[in-house]
């Protein structure tokens, strides 16, 4: 009986330790492969464009016309997120002014727990000019290990290969110079 308890007890802590590092372990890391999850198309016809995509409905990441996607995961609600959004902002205008990167490497934003009403008004409030899209219903965070915000992501697009993470990082991006040289070498060799 005892021999049973003690197994009992080992396997409820071995469970417990899973469940408790779990989140973490499946946060796509450089090197990893990052999820294929379906997210509403963007209304705008300007996003639509951009990223290369029509239509309504859903696309995959994989989708969008581009060599390298940066992906930063936000909530309007953020602070940090409000405060890193000028310089968010900044690096798409430095890619968009570089001919070389303008039609190689997007940038997207997935608002964590924001429906549409709350991303259009982070967008208007912090003029953001690239595409943002709601994930309301958490569905890409449960995916990508229920990450605090902001959390970027760099990911090389193949097509209907699986998509590589380049970067995965929490936190404000530290030099966007730094950051666009770290794409260039890492993505679009």
């Not at 008004?121 to 890409?140: H, Q, T």
């Amino acid at each position: 009986m005892q021999k049973k308890l003690g197994c009992l007890i080992v396997a409820a802590l071995l469970l417990a330790a899973s469940l408790a590092f779990g989140a973490d372990n499946i946060t796509p890391q450089t090197g990893g492969v990052f999820p294929a999850v379906e997210l509403s198309k963007p209304t705008d016809a300007v996003h639509l464009k951009y990223l290369g995509l029509s239509g309504g409905g859903n696309f995959k990441l994989n989708e969008i016309k581009a060599d390298v996607l940066i992906v930063e995961i936000f909530s309007m609600y953020c602070p940090y997120c409000q405060g890193e959004a000028p310089n968010i902002n900044r690096l798409y205008q430095s890619i968009q002014n570089d001919a070389a990167l303008k039609s190689r490497v997007k940038i997207i934003g997935i608002g964590i727990g924001n429906s549409k009403f709350e991303t259009e008004i982070f967008k208007n409030k912090y003029s953001v000019a690239f595409p943002l899209i709601p994930d309301g219903e958490f569905k890409m965070h449960k995916v990508i290990g229920e990450v605090r915000t902001p959390y970027f992501f760099v990911i090389k697009l193949k097509g209907k290969k699986p998509m590589e993470v380049i970067y995965s990082k929490l936190g404000a991006l530290e030099s966007n110079e730094s950051f666009l040289a770290l794409i260039k070498s890492a993505g679009l060799k």
